[in-house]
């Protein structure tokens, strides 16, 4: 099926430096999200885009984090600065405009901060 | 807000006996959201196991089943029959449909399959 792919799998950076976690989406898919997951916990919405814009964003998606798709390239989670509870696996997803709560998921990629 | 409730694992069953995952759901935001398993295998990503938009019908894939029931707001995961090949974590998870679509999980099944 349609694959999804995150760059880094691993990334492990000290509290208060920046990190971009990569995604890259299916090919033919517009609408991309992150989504969170804490160890021992449920995979959290954090945001969806669409268009060179943010659609929605829940209250995980604080001011440190940002997100783009530049030129249709890697679409990116940002986090400046990091903060130690911003350790998770971040899940990447596109879907299709017309159905887009049928979402493909990226393997994750697992930060931690130190 | 929207929240899903399922088994907590691990839950481990042997090859070709039956398995239920149950799933809960309880949907704020929207009256009728989609509902969804989603599948991760060892060393794998999510993915979409099968999805079920009406109440009342019954989605299936790969020997599995599971019916929307709006009455008890449930999505129960079923197989007659479980393979080695079955084990990984199991999700449930609603959608909230239309635009600006977002899926809200349940914490995951560890499922093992005993040959």
């Known amino acids: 099926g349609p694959k999804v792919l995150q760059i880094p799998s691993h990334q492990i950076i000290d509290m208060g430096q920046m990190v971009t976690l990569n995604c890259d989406p299916v090919?033919?898919?517009?609408?991309f999200y992150w989504y969170k997951q804490i160890l021992g916990q449920q995979m959290e919405f954090l945001v969806n885009?669409?268009?060179?814009?943010?659609?929605?964003k829940s209250k995980l998606f604080k001011d440190q984090f940002s997100v783009e798709r530049p030129d249709g390239s890697y679409f990116t989670l940002k986090i400046q600065p990091t903060a130690l509870e911003d350790s998770a696996v971040y899940f990447c997803?596109?879907?299709?405009?017309?159905?887009?709560?049928?979402?493909?998921f990226g393997p994750g990629t697992r930060l931690l901060v130190l | 807000g929207d929240s899903v409730t399922q088994t907590e694992g691990p839950v481990t069953v042997s090859e070709s006996e039956s398995l239920i995952i149950n799933c809960t759901y309880s949907?704020?935001?929207?009256?009728?959201?989609?509902l969804f398993w989603y599948v991760r295998y060892p060393g794998e990503g999510l993915q979409l196991l099968l999805k079920?938009?009406?109440?009342?019908q019954k989605g299936s894939s790969r020997g599995f089943e599971a019916t929307y029931n709006k009455e008890t707001t449930s999505f129960h995961l079923q197989k007659a029959s479980v393979q080695e090949s079955d084990s990984a974590v199991y999700y449930c998870?609603?959608?909230?449909?239309?635009?600006?679509?977002?899926?809200?999980f349940g914490k995951g099944t560890k499922l093992s399959v005993k040959s």
């Open positions: 090919s033919n898919h517009l609408y």
């Open positions: 997803a596109s879907s299709l405009a017309n159905n887009q709560d049928t979402q493909y």
């Open positions: 885009f669409y268009n060179g814009k943010v659609m929605e």
């Open positions: 949907a704020t935001s929207i009256a009728y959201p989609n």
């Open positions: 079920v938009i009406t109440a009342g």
């Open positions: 998870a609603l959608g909230s449909g239309g635009s600006n679509a977002k899926l809200t």
